[in-house]
């Protein structure tokens, strides 16, 4: 088999994408997703993303972890698979498609592309962290400087509590400015740290806006592969309108044979 596909990368978040619209691809096929993210021995990324016919949308993103399995929402997928699409004539400059947790809405701006995301209704608390569900679970912890965190083993240790059954994404932000702050992630289904995540971010920006360390809606955050941006609205304790704004980049086109 013949698999023609883009290397892509959003701040440092980096995913195979693969048109699919004609639906070869062998979705079932686990082993053939972990060969394909195998940083040594296939092409290398975090996740997978098929580009996959919809009833009533121009597209559907189907996003797989790097261990083979389907993953939930992935902000920063979501956003490559959005440049991928306009330049391969699958979407106009505005759009709408469905991922993992519903419809979302994409925006392409030459190669900032932005993304509304799922409101998010509440929060709950788990130790010294927040845990804020966007389409992936997360939990948020505040740290003095996320630089002097021990953020794998820490991470991978709240992997083995029951609470979480099917893993949790955990991210640490410390304040960098008064309107801007760092963050880092290590991301379940890749069971490592990755450079970027959106849905963390926007977790993040939420966390801080819960515990009152920032009054404003727009929220930049510095991840080790880039910046991204967040907005959102919020009424009570329910955000909406919540969008995710960063750089992208096709890295390069290729076939692989397997």
Same mark, same amino acid.
């Given at each position: 088999?013949?698999?023609?596909?883009?290397?892509?990368?959003?701040?440092?978040?980096?995913?195979?994408?693969?048109?699919?619209?004609?639906?070869?691809?062998?979705?079932?096929?686990?082993?053939?997703?972990?060969?394909?993210?195998?940083?040594?021995?296939?092409?290398?990324?975090?996740?997978?993303?098929?580009?996959?016919?919809?009833?009533?949308?121009?597209?559907?993103?189907?996003?797989?972890?790097?261990?083979?399995?389907?993953?939930?929402?992935?902000?920063?997928?979501?956003?490559?698979?959005?440049?991928?699409?306009?330049?391969?004539?699958?979407?106009?400059?505005?759009?709408?498609?469905?991922?993992?947790?519903?419809?979302?809405?994409?925006?392409?701006?030459?190669?900032?592309?932005?993304?509304?995301?799922?409101?998010?209704?509440?929060?709950?608390?788990?130790?010294?962290?927040?845990?804020?569900?966007?389409?992936?679970?997360?939990?948020?912890?505040?740290?003095?400087?996320?630089?002097?965190?021990?953020?794998?083993?820490?991470?991978?240790?709240?992997?083995?509590?029951?609470?979480?059954?099917?893993?949790?994404?955990?991210?640490?932000?410390?304040?960098?400015?008064?309107?801007?702050?760092?963050?880092?992630?290590?991301?379940?289904?890749?069971?490592?740290?990755?450079?970027?995540?959106?849905?963390?971010?926007?977790?993040?920006?939420?966390?801080?806006?819960?515990?009152?360390? @920032? %009054? $404003?809606?727009?929220?930049?955050?510095?991840? !080790?592969?880039?910046?991204?941006? #967040? /907005? &959102?609205?919020?009424?009570?304790?329910?955000? @909406? %309108? $919540?969008?995710?704004?960063?750089?992208?980049? !096709?890295?390069?086109?290729?076939? #692989? /044979? &397997?």
């Amino acid at each position: 088999m013949n698999i023609k596909f883009s290397k892509y990368q959003g701040t440092g978040n980096d995913f195979i994408i693969i048109n699919n619209i004609s639906n070869f691809f062998p979705k079932n096929d686990n082993k053939l997703i972990i060969e394909l993210c195998d940083r040594k021995l296939g092409i290398g990324a975090d996740g997978l993303i098929l580009i996959d016919k919809h009833s009533s949308l121009p597209f559907e993103m189907i996003y797989y972890n790097s261990d083979g399995f389907i993953g939930s929402m992935c902000g920063n997928g979501a956003r490559c698979s959005v440049h991928f699409s306009f330049i391969n004539n699958i979407i106009k400059s505005k759009t709408k498609f469905n991922a993992f947790d519903g419809i979302h809405e994409g925006i392409v701006d030459h190669d900032i592309i932005n993304i509304s995301m799922s409101d998010v209704i509440g929060f709950e608390k788990y130790e010294d962290y927040l845990f804020i569900d966007t389409g992936s679970p997360h939990l948020v912890k505040i740290v003095q400087d996320v630089n002097n965190i021990d953020l794998i083993n820490v991470s991978q240790k709240i992997q083995h509590n029951k609470q979480f059954k099917k893993g949790v994404n955990v991210n640490y932000i410390s304040k960098s400015s008064d309107n801007s702050f760092k963050i880092r992630t290590y991301e379940r289904g890749v069971e490592d740290e990755t450079l970027s995540c959106g849905t963390g971010a926007v977790a993040a920006a939420i966390a801080l806006n819960i515990l009152s360390l @920032t %009054d $404003i809606n727009k929220i930049k955050l510095e991840t !080790k592969g880039g910046l991204l941006n #967040i /907005k &959102f609205r919020k009424s009570k304790d329910i955000y @909406t %309108d $919540i969008y995710l704004s960063g750089k992208v980049k !096709k890295v390069f086109d290729g076939v #692989i /044979k &397997f």
